[in-house]
């Protein structure tokens, strides 16, 4: 049977979301999910960086946090043992791991720092309660190029592209027309920050500029923008910790603030991590391992896989894919703490294969109280893809080809 328009768009879209088996018009052969693999950001931690900005960008000091800067946190812990019992009910249900023994087709990878390494840590401890599963990572803080390509000398960029690139995402006017839209919410965080204070403070004193990429360093903001990212996330960390009202933004920043001061992240983002350029030049090192596990059939390949890693990780991941998501409480494509983007390999009887990208995520208040019990999972389209007549849906092989960049 044969739908156009709407209606066609709708049943496609109904069958994406079913969390199993993937529905579809008679006569094509259903689908179902075989493989997964995920692309996760650390959990919550406190800023990197013991005094987190500037002298002067707030009018009183930062709040204690109790670990080490960049450490995962008690509740961040906490928070991804429950997302991680929410995926392993899906993987169960998919038939992707066993329902009570301990799996062994799985695959972890995570970042060396800490923070990456606890997360894995912990989130195997959700997915395999009582199992011991192996975590492939360098020794912490020992840096590992499979996460910052670029910066390591092992993807160079041409830095005439990647300015084009930038350009492109910043649009006309340059910088300064684009902060110039940002500043009532310029204002509002500077609010927050200094409260009444009379002397200098804030982030909006200095003009935001665009550091150019070189053949071995990113593209960088400084200024406005770059500070207001830095602190609207210092915020959101705050918030999700647990911590109390008087310590979340020295008891000015409410929900609706966090949610608002989100945008400079996701916009550091959009601008400097998402162009597809640069995106699938920092990934380089990741996307072999990702096209590995969708595509290896031997007995013994991992049904699901995860990497622990960074924000700008999955940023490039989105980039490349052309991924867009709102998680609850949290800004437009603003990666998440412990959130994920799930990639699910899909198979015919005929032994056809095709992949779909879902993004996986605790909400902001979930994240406060550190439970998982209705988390964020939303099929997303990805851009350019349309198998079988379904928007944003991959054959295996265009989905590797857009993964190569």
């Known amino acids: 049977m044969r739908i156009s328009g709407t209606g066609r768009t709708l049943a496609a879209l109904a069958a994406l979301l079913a969390s199993g088996p993937l529905a579809a018009e008679t006569p094509v052969a259903p689908l179902q999910v075989d493989r997964v693999v995920l692309m996760m950001r650390h959990g919550i931690r406190p800023p990197t ?13 930062w709040p204690s946090w109790s670990v080490k800067p960049g450490w995962l946190t008690e509740h961040g812990a906490n928070a991804i043992v429950a997302v991680a019992d929410f995926d392993r009910i899906g993987f169960v249900k998919a038939g992707l791991l066993p329902s009570t023994d301990c799996p062994t087709r799985i695959a972890l990878l995570a970042d060396s720092d800490q923070r990456t390494i606890a997360t894995a840590a912990h989130y195997a401890k959700g997915l395999a309660p009582g199992c011991t599963l192996t975590i492939d990572h360098r020794p912490q803080d020992e840096p590992d190029p499979l996460f910052n390509q670029i910066d390591d000398g092992h993807a160079p960029l041409d830095p005439k592209r990647a300015a084009a690139a930038v350009d492109a995402e910043i649009g006309p006017g340059g910088i300064a027309a684009l902060e110039r839209t940002m500043k009532p919410l310029l204002t509002r965080l500077d609010r927050v920050l200094c409260g009444s204070a009379a002397a200098p403070c804030g982030v909006a004193r200095e003009a935001t500029r665009v550091l150019p990429a070189t053949a071995t360093s990113r593209p960088k903001l400084s200024g406005a923008l770059d500070r207001a990212s830095t602190a609207a996330q210092i915020l959101l960390l705050e918030y999700a910790e647990g911590k109390p009202a008087a310590d979340v933004g020295w008891g000015r920043a409410k929900a609706a603030d966090i949610t608002a001061f989100g945008a400079f992240h996701a916009l550091e983002f959009r601008l400097l991590a998402r162009p597809p350029y640069i995106a699938a030049h920092n990934l380089a090192g990741l996307s072999p391992r990702i096209a590995n596990w969708l595509s290896d059939d031997s007995p013994t390949a991992a049904k699901v896989a995860m990497i622990a890693g960074h924000d700008t990780n999955v940023a490039n991941l989105a980039g490349v894919l052309g991924l867009h998501w709102r998680v609850p409480g949290i800004a ?74």
């Open 332 to 405: 437009a494509d603003d990666p998440v703490p412990g959130g994920a983007i799930q990639l699910e390999r899909l198979s015919d009887s005929k032994g056809n294969h095709y992949v779909r990208a879902v993004y996986r995520a605790q909400s902001l208040t979930e994240l406060r109280a550190a439970t998982a019990k209705t988390p964020y999972r939303k099929v997303l389209p990805i851009a350019g893809c349309k198998a079988r007549g379904v928007d944003g849906l991959c054959t295996l092989s265009d989905f590797l080809a857009k993964l190569r960049g």
């Open 49 to 61: 960086k013991a005094q987190p900005m500037p002298i002067g960008t707030a009018s009183a000091a």
